[in-house]
């Protein structure tokens, strides 16, 4: 479980007890227990088994694929790929392959629904860059939805990261988005469910593979 889970799981559970010992009356601790039962199930953080095989790309969160489109980037065109967060998915994020962490930044803005197009390029979001060895370079946006009011990101640039390790998390309702080379091949389409670390999106030959996603 996220350390937030225990922050507010159990703060909310001494409110509850607190309230019933003051009162002598259970009915008041009705509301801040089931807050607290709730926010110990959202931040729950499951173990999930990477896929190893090269080439691959995995997705940083759970939720479902709501868009795949080519898009103009000043580095040429690039895939997305749109995942949704409702706010009963998992909200861990991770790295959608491993690599070098060659780019983070933190762009403020607005707060619309995340299923929104507009929400990848208007909203709060944190980009993050991921270069590979092999050369292969991934970006992927973390993006604040109508209900998120934070995004946590760890890392920082220069550190290496592996495929699927915990990078942060989005707050409740949200959307990520990945950029990948023009060239790789979706293994995903829009409806699909994925589980952040271990489902495929895309693989790329790794011979053919090239960075400089915006």
């Known amino acids: 479980m996220v350390r937030d889970g225990y922050i507010y799981g159990v703060s909310l559970l001494a409110v509850g007890f607190a309230l019933a010992w003051a009162t002598g009356n259970l009915a008041w601790s009705v509301a801040p227990l089931l807050l607290a039962v709730f926010f110990l199930w959202f931040f729950r953080d499951p173990e999930r088994t990477i896929p190893s095989e090269a080439g691959l790309i995995v997705s940083p969160g759970d939720g479902v694929v709501t868009e795949t489109a080519v898009i103009a980037t000043p580095a040429g065109p690039r895939q997305r790929i749109s995942i949704f967060l409702s706010v009963f998915n998992v909200h861990v994020n991770r790295s959608p392959i491993a690599g070098v962490l060659t780019a983070v930044r933190y762009q403020r803005g607005q707060y619309l629904n995340a299923m929104n197009p507009a929400s990848a390029d208007r909203n709060e979001q ?55 080379p023009a060239e790789a091949q979706l293994r ?27």
């Open 188 to 214: 995903v389409s829009v409806g699909q469910k994925v589980k952040g670390g271990s489902s495929v999106l895309a693989s790329i030959s790794l011979e053919n593979s090239h960075g400089g996603l915006a």
């Open 126 to 180: 944190n980009i993050a860059t991921v270069r590979g060895e092999d050369g292969l370079e991934v970006t992927f946006k973390q993006i604040a939805g109508l209900l998120a009011r934070r995004i946590v990101f760890n890392p920082r640039e220069g550190e290496t990261l592996a495929r699927g390790q915990r990078v942060g998390l989005i707050k409740f309702g949200s959307r990520v988005d990945v950029l990948l």
